[in-house]
């Protein structure tokens, strides 16, 4: 909600801008399918070799990163199916990175539609999230020919996927709303937010795994403060070995999940709630 003093008017004349769902939740879902998939063709238009450009960054990381540790320093030997492991993780992580650092610009880089059309403007940092959940799904169609080729056979804890995709998009999204609709009036968010997602890399069993964590307060604090670290760790124990100690387990029970699950619950509701109240006035900030 904005006000605006017209010349002559006798009184202020309240104008309000179009809300984060314009009060049509189909046509922001509608809105939201289109602008990824027309986002998702755009990317690979012109490319000869298409979607192998999007597979080789986190082919090449992997590549990289697999021979700094098992090669060179041999400190993933008794690691049961790391390269499996490392890989699966820079996919997840890759996908939130993209997800959330590409949402942070996307109010600001649409702003000839955010001026001139009535839109639900939710649907430009939920298309972002969409676009890279394409590219994570078929990302992790190439990680199960690695998994089968690294001698992971299949089995029924493979379910479990759809269910932590769930979780890891919706965090994802809660970030992406957040960070989008302060970036249109804070402009330090982008680097603030460059530097987070160096430290959550970090701080997420992506190079490492927790049991190799000797201090057991830093690695409930990992668990407990970063829901990636337990999402990443039961989507190794789900999708590439059972042997090792699901996310429950390596926190020391099922309630202490309602640590990480409420803090991905928190950002989404708070990105929602962040979103919907500056929605209204964001072609006036830009």
Same mark, same amino acid.
């Given at each position: 909600?904005?006000?605006?003093?017209?010349?002559?008017?006798?009184?202020?004349?309240?104008?309000?801008?179009?809300?984060? +769902?314009? &009060?049509?939740?189909? $046509?922001?879902?509608?809105?939201?399918?289109? #602008?990824? !998939? /027309?986002?998702?063709? @755009?990317?690979?238009?012109?490319?000869?070799?298409?979607?192998?450009?999007?597979?080789?960054?986190?082919?090449?990381?992997?590549?990289?990163?697999?021979?700094?540790?098992?090669?060179?320093?041999?400190?993933?030997?008794?690691?049961?199916?790391?390269?499996?492991?490392?890989?699966?993780?820079?996919?997840?992580?890759?996908?939130?990175?993209?997800?959330?650092?590409?949402?942070?610009?996307?109010?600001?880089?649409?702003?000839?539609?955010?001026?001139?059309?009535?839109?639900?403007?939710?649907?430009?940092?939920?298309?972002?999230?969409?676009?890279?959940?394409?590219?994570?799904?078929?990302?992790?169609?190439?990680?199960?020919?690695? +998994?089968? &080729?690294?001698?992971? $056979?299949?089995?029924?804890?493979?379910?479990? #996927?759809? !269910? /932590?995709?769930?979780? @890891?998009?919706?965090?994802?999204?809660?970030?992406?709303?957040?960070?989008?609709?302060?970036?249109?009036?804070?402009?330090?968010?982008?680097?603030?937010?460059?530097?987070?997602?160096?430290?959550?890399?970090?701080?997420?069993?992506?190079?490492?795994?927790?049991?190799?964590?000797?201090?057991?307060?830093?690695?409930?604090?990992?668990?407990?403060?970063?829901?990636?670290?337990?999402?990443?760790?039961?989507?190794?124990?789900?999708?590439?070995?059972?042997?090792?100690?699901?996310?429950?387990?390596?926190?020391?029970?099922?309630?202490?999940?309602?640590?990480?699950?409420?803090?991905?619950?928190?950002?989404?509701?708070?990105?929602?709630?962040?979103?919907?109240?500056?929605?209204?006035?964001?072609?006036?900030?830009?």
């Amino acid at each position: 909600m904005s006000t605006l003093e017209l010349p002559g008017a006798p009184r202020a004349v309240v104008v309000k801008g179009p809300s984060a +769902l314009a &009060g049509d939740p189909r $046509r922001f879902l509608t809105l939201t399918w289109t #602008m990824a !998939v /027309l986002e998702f063709r @755009l990317r690979f238009f012109g490319s000869v070799l298409g979607y192998v450009w999007q597979l080789m960054r986190p082919l090449l990381l992997f590549g990289v990163i697999y021979v700094v540790f098992s090669v060179a320093f041999k400190l993933a030997d008794d690691v049961a199916f790391y390269p499996a492991t490392l890989l699966t993780n820079i996919v997840l992580y890759t996908f939130f990175a993209d997800a959330t650092g590409a949402a942070v610009l996307s109010v600001l880089e649409r702003e000839n539609i955010v001026r001139k059309i009535d839109v639900p403007r939710l649907a430009i940092p939920a298309s972002v999230v969409v676009t890279a959940l394409f590219n994570l799904l078929l990302n992790l169609c190439a990680v199960g020919i690695f +998994l089968i &080729g690294s001698g992971v $056979r299949p089995h029924w804890g493979w379910l479990q #996927m759809p !269910v /932590l995709l769930g979780i @890891l998009v919706m965090f994802a999204l809660g970030v992406a709303m957040s960070v989008s609709a302060l970036f249109v009036r804070f402009r330090d968010v982008k680097p603030i937010w460059d530097v987070l997602l160096q430290i959550i890399f970090y701080a997420s069993p992506v190079l490492w795994v927790l049991e190799k964590v000797p201090h057991e307060t830093v690695k409930a604090i990992i668990l407990h403060g970063n829901p990636l670290a337990p999402l990443m760790q039961q989507v190794r124990h789900a999708l590439i070995d059972p042997n090792v100690p699901s996310a429950a387990a390596s926190m020391g029970g099922w309630p202490h999940l309602l640590a990480p699950l409420g803090i991905v619950l928190l950002v989404f509701v708070g990105g929602f709630a962040i979103f919907t109240h500056e929605a209204p006035r964001i072609a006036e900030d830009l």
